[in-house]
């Protein structure tokens, strides 16, 4: 069994800042990829940035320069930090991994639960 279990979401001004983190536990054998994705309310869930096993990291054009992703390789932890945010960054946080859990033969996709980051204008 994995687990994704997130925090750090909640409703802040726009222009303010919130962090949020996602570790990753269970029967992990290796993890390829962390990542966070946003859903808003009638749009399909998109890709907000990620950061691979050699450090490196893609963000969504709407994010760069604001967020910064980062990962704690031995907590199996990711954090995204987020300033200057606008209300349109408004949505459901999913954090993501690529693994692979013990006794498996490819690495597959899990996701948390999803926590809710509102900005108000």
């Known amino acids: 069994q994995v687990q994704l279990v997130e925090s750090g979401g909640g409703l802040v001004q726009a222009g303010g800042s919130l962090r949020l983190s996602c570790a990753a536990s269970?029967?992990?054998?290796?993890?390829?990829?962390m990542g966070w994705y946003r859903q808003a309310p009638g749009t399909q869930r998109e890709l907000v940035a990620s950061v691979n096993n050699g450090g490196g990291t893609n963000y969504a054009r709407s994010v760069k320069g604001r967020f910064t992703i980062s990962r704690d390789y031995n907590k199996n932890t990711v954090y995204l930090q987020m300033n200057s945010l606008k209300p349109e960054d408004t949505a459901v946080y999913y954090c993501n991994a690529h693994l692979m859990g013990l006794a498996k033969i490819t690495a597959e996709d899990y996701w948390g639960q999803g926590t809710q980051v509102t900005v108000s204008s």
């Open positions: 269970g029967t992990i054998f290796r993890i390829d990829a």
